[in-house]
């Protein structure tokens, strides 16, 4: 089964919003990032 799951890292120089997939039963196809955003602070 696969799982979304959404991850945000919030830093000094930049938010960084990423949103991967990965399958618990099936560790050889590792994990795939379906989409990042990055948001440098101004």
């Not at 979304?4 to 050889?28: A, D, F, M, P, Q």
């Amino acid at each position: 089964m696969t799982k979304r799951v959404l991850s945000i890292v919030i830093g000094t120089e930049y938010t960084k919003v990423c949103e991967v997939s990965y399958n618990r039963n099936n560790i050889k196809k590792g994990i795939k990032v379906l989409s990042q955003y990055l948001f440098p602070y101004s």
